[in-house]
């Protein structure tokens, strides 16, 4: 199972790292062509903030995987490895289901919605840069059950 989750990460890395990296040529393209020769590629701004969108999202999923979610760590850090600690981490882990669902649930609506329209410069269907949603939203979900798998083991151990 690790390996499956080792590979997960790679892949998104690689997949956030070569976005980051066509966006940034995009932007810097755009820039040159803009002031050097007075002329703009009508999808060039499009496809880099499209890029921005789905790196952001891929990239909110890489560091659930890591366990780098947005957390305040003041409250945990002087919990740990007491009962306590282990409520706040099953409480975290509750809501950061909820947040996820919510995040599926409304994606999913957005991305079906979004069928109708196309974007102005690439002519793509809309619902390709919502579609991200659902897909994030799965894999944090992936990466909640092996985190909530590690409570349920410290949970376990802490009753035996």
Same mark, same amino acid.
């Given at each position: ?22 966006? /940034? ?15 703009? $590629? #009508?999808?060039? #701004? #499009? !496809? ?8 952001? $999202? ?16 003041? /409250? ?12 706040? #981490?099953? $409480?975290?882990? !509750? ?20 069928? $109708? ?17 659902? !897909? ?25």
């Amino acid at each position: 199972m690790d390996r499956i989750f080792k590979g997960l990460r790679a892949l998104l890395y690689w997949v956030s790292v070569v976005s980051m990296s066509v966006m /940034l040529a995009i932007i810097f393209l755009q820039v040159i062509t803009r002031y050097c020769f007075g002329h703009t $590629f #009508e999808w060039s #701004e #499009e !496809l880099a903030r499209f890029l921005f969108v789905w790196v952001v $999202f891929l990239g909110s999923a890489l560091i659930m995987g890591e366990g780098g979610h947005l957390a305040v760590q003041l /409250l945990p850090s002087r919990l740990q490895g007491k009962a306590a600690g282990l409520v706040l #981490e099953v $409480f975290v882990n !509750l809501c950061s289901y909820a947040f996820i669902v919510l995040l599926m649930v409304q994606g999913a609506k957005m991305t079906s919605i979004m069928t $109708f329209q196309t974007s102005p410069g690439l002519g793509l269907p809309m619902s390709y840069v919502y579609a991200i949603m659902p !897909l994030s939203g799965a894999l944090m979900l992936l990466y909640l059950v092996k985190d909530t798998v590690r409570i349920a083991r410290a949970v376990l151990a802490r009753r035996a």
